[in-house]
């Protein structure tokens, strides 16, 4: 059983238009993540749920958003594509225990998103 | 700014050889360092560190943590063609927020 499973795989799309990318995790964690991952390989945090609720925000354009339907799945929506936007975009999932989360992270296959 | 980086951006060695890799952090409320080795898809956990000085051991690989000089080395002893990948270094710091450094790619030729 896939732990943390993304859709799509491949995202090819027009600049200009809208896409959504979901994440699903069933491993009970309570904590997601969404990271992008540039050309240069380097992963940068953009959103981090708890429980559904927003706890990091990132310096992301207001076209990121980021939806959180119940603790197993975090979505995220981008409007208004750009050139840029191009990346592979991963989810993650981090269980939270007590007072100390157990900050191990587990990641989805990722997204490639290629914006034309 | 919290910073981590990574060194050598790029290794290429000989199956056998053993390579360290290099991690460096300027991170505010430090809580761990991690790594991650990410081969064709998404990052795969191998160790997590909190404490300085006690190496923590995974078959081939091992890695040690240095809170008063802020670096960590991971260590891969007779590496074989299976080892190519990237490895990633991560900080976490705060609430659940991991900065990543840009990763060493490591190229094992047989």
């Known amino acids: 059983d896939t732990a943390v499973s993304q859709t799509p795989k491949y995202l090819v799309t027009q600049m200009g238009n809208d896409k959504s990318i979901k994440c699903e995790q069933n491993?009970?964690?309570?904590?997601m993540y969404w990271y992008k991952q540039d050309s240069k390989k380097f992963l940068k945090i953009m959103f981090s749920?708890?429980?559904?609720?927003?706890?990091i925000n990132e310096t992301v354009p207001n076209r990121f958003s980021p939806k959180s339907p119940d603790k197993a799945h975090l979505n995220l929506h981008i409007n208004s594509l750009e050139l840029g936007d191009s990346a592979v975009y991963f989810c993650?999932?981090?269980?939270?225990?007590?007072?100390?989360?157990?900050?191990?992270?587990?990641f989805g296959p990722g997204t490639r998103l290629t914006v034309l | 700014e919290d910073k981590v980086v990574q060194s050598p951006l790029s290794l290429v060695v000989h199956e056998g050889d053993t390579v360290t890799l290099n991690c460096s952090y300027e991170v505010t409320n430090f809580r761990s360092l991690l790594w991650y080795k990410q081969e064709k898809k998404a990052p795969t956990f191998l160790f997590m560190l909190?404490?300085?000085?006690i190496e923590k051991k995974s078959g081939r690989l091992s890695s040690i943590l240095d809170k008063k000089e802020l670096f960590s080395i991971l260590n891969i002893t007779a590496t074989q063609t299976g080892d190519s990948a990237i490895y990633l270094c991560a900080v976490a710091r705060g609430a659940q927020k991991l900065v990543f450094g840009q990763g060493t790619r490591l190229t094992i030729n047989p």
């Open positions: 491993l009970g964690h309570d904590t």
């Open positions: 993650a999932s981090s269980l939270v225990l007590g007072q100390g989360p157990n900050i191990e992270q587990f």
């Open positions: 749920y708890n429980n559904k609720e927003l706890i």
């Open positions: 909190t404490s300085s000085g």
